[in-house]
């Protein structure tokens, strides 16, 4: 059974920082391109950033490069989002997700991902 486990989100003043970690379990880590997503209040749910299966590769939606960071370490079955200089229109419940490939691939959409996590809610507000 594939657990995606979503940890790490709060209240964070503007210009803070998080990171967000996602730990999983039941499949073979390295053989799965990850991603995050985030859902804001009324709004749709959209790509945040990518990482490929070896973690060679990543890439990000452009309202949050420069100030997110995807990374993952396949020894501990991880992949962590790190978040700086937090905005309120960063508020959002926080997804990653999971797909399985053979190919050095990052996947923005959200039917690309076989599994997903719970989420975690980050809210930025002084």
């Known amino acids: 059974q594939v657990q995606l486990v979503v940890s790490g989100g709060g209240l964070v003043q503007p210009g803070g920082s998080l990171r967000l970690s996602c730990a999983a379990s039941g499949l073979a880590f390295s053989s799965y391109a990850m991603g995050w997503f985030r859902q804001a209040p009324g709004k749709e749910r959209e790509f945040v950033a990518a990482i490929t299966r070896l973690g060679g590769r990543t890439d990000y939606t452009d309202s949050v490069k420069g100030r997110f960071t995807i990374s993952r370490d396949n020894a501990r079955n991880a992949v962590y989002l790190r978040i700086d200089s937090l905005k309120p229109e960063d508020t959002a419940v926080y997804y990653c997700?999971?797909?399985?490939?053979?190919?050095?691939?990052?996947?923005?959409?959200?039917?690309?991902?076989?599994?997903w996590g719970q989420g975690t809610q980050v809210t930025v507000s002084s």
């Open positions: 997700a999971a797909r399985q490939t053979y190919f050095s691939a990052t996947y923005l959409r959200e039917n690309d991902y076989d599994y």
